[in-house]
């Protein structure tokens, strides 16, 4: 996967692809791939670090500056630190009747490592979740025209799951899965974007790439060894990048008002091995989503507050 976001736009008539990355080697080299394949693509670079609030804003006030309309926001940026299986559960969940359902979703067998970052959030949850928040939020004038609609696509995950979320700790301080309960997030968030945006012309949509050989994958478990599980995996869905970006591909050719809020469009591979998206109706309600809606308001408010009141401090002290 070669950017963290990938943003497409769209000005005086001319396309433009932005990819913001934190790793500026890697886009470059992601960039000149592109321009291999499409040799007439405009493609522009940003620097971005999404699990950190400052870049975020400052990506944010650079993309404004190059352009004045945004037509697709596609928030890729996700990471899953220190996975571990769980053994025992993967062993009770072997021989119980949710074993095809666990190695589709990977349900209660991964568990993560999380961090503070420093200005207090988990890492985590800032990277999958809230640094992608306070972006769309930052190029919501760019996304809300009257003239076009746009769209947010979140890439999550099959192993969103409602158990490892909770509304009194959606930074998932206290347990265990934080990306399980992040990607629940995003999903709860892209309804809750729905519903207070469409009116100004913003839809946003929820993906799931399946299973992919990633670098986030090798971290679970030793490349080898998920090569020798392949078999069982591809049983359950597809399992190379290419496939994975199938849903992505097939939401850029869809009117962004024509999509389901309440679904989640999976890649999938059929056993002769064609690629098709098919939408899941996600584990999700209103009312949840609102309220998570109105949690990350309140902490947007306390970061930005909290950015402020250390420029204020670096300002006095020089
Ligand atoms: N692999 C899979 O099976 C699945 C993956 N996904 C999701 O797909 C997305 C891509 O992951 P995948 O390609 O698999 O894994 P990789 O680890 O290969 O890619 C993760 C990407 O996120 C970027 N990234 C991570 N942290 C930051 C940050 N703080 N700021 C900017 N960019 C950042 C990485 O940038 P850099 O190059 O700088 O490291 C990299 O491009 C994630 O959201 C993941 O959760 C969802 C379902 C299944
Ligand atoms: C012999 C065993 C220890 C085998 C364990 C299999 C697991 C490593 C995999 C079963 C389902 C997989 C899965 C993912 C990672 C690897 C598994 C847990 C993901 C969680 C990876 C990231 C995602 O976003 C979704 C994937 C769902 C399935």
Redesign the pocket.
């Known amino acids: ?5 990938c943003v497409y736009c769209a000005f005086s008539g001319i396309g433009l692809l932005c990819l ?4 500026m080697q ?2 470059e080299a992601a960039r000149q791939a592109l321009l291999v394949s499409h040799p007439t693509a405009q493609a522009t670079l940003l620097h ?5 609030m400052r ?1 975020v804003l400052r990506a944010a006030e650079e993309f404004k500056q190059m352009c004045n309309r945004l037509d697709y926001l596609y ?6 630190p220190n996975p571990r299986v769980d053994h025992k559960a993967f062993y009770k969940g072997l021989f119980s009747s949710n074993v095809v359902c666990m190695f589709a979703t990977g349900e209660g067998i991964l568990t993560q490592e999380d961090k503070v970052t420093p200005i207090g959030l988990q890492e985590v949850f ?3 979740l809230f ?1 992608h928040f306070l972006l769309v939020k930052e190029l919501e004038p760019l996304l809300c025209q009257i003239d076009h609609n746009s769209l947010v696509i979140w ?5 969103a799951q409602r158990s490892a979320f909770s509304l009194d700790d959606i930074q998932h301080q206290k347990g265990r899965e934080p ?1 399980s309960s992040s ?1 629940y997030a995003s999903d709860l968030l892209s309804l809750a974007l729905n519903c207070h945006y469409n009116n100004r012309g913003l839809f946003s949509s929820v993906i ?10 090798y ?1 679970i478990l030793p490349s080898f060894f998920l090569a020798l599980i392949l078999p069982v995996m591809w049983l359950v869905e597809g399992y190379s ?1 290419y496939n ?1 970006a199938e849903a992505l591909f097939w939401l850029f050719m869809q009117k962004p008002e024509s999509l389901d809020p309440m679904a989640k469009y999976h890649s999938l591979t059929s056993g002769l091995g064609n690629n098709y998206t098919q939408p899941h109706k996600m584990d999700i309600d209103e009312n949840m989503s609102e309220a998570l809606y109105v949690k990350l308001l309140e902490l947007e408010d306390t970061v930005r507050k909290k950015l402020r009141d250390e420029d204020l401090d670096i300002k006095t002290k020089n």
Do not use: E
């Not at 996967?1 to 976001?5: Q, S």
């Not at 913001?20 to 790793?23: D, H, P, V, W």
């Not at 928030?75 to 899953?80: D, H, P, R, S, Y």
């Open positions: 996967m070669f950017a963290c976001v913001a990355c934190r790793n890697r886009a971005l670090d999404v699990g950190n870049s928030l890729n940026a996700g990471i899953m800032a990277t999958n640094g890439r999550s995950s099959n192993n990306y990607k799931c790439p399946g299973l992919v050989m990633t670098n986030l994958t971290g990048p994975g």
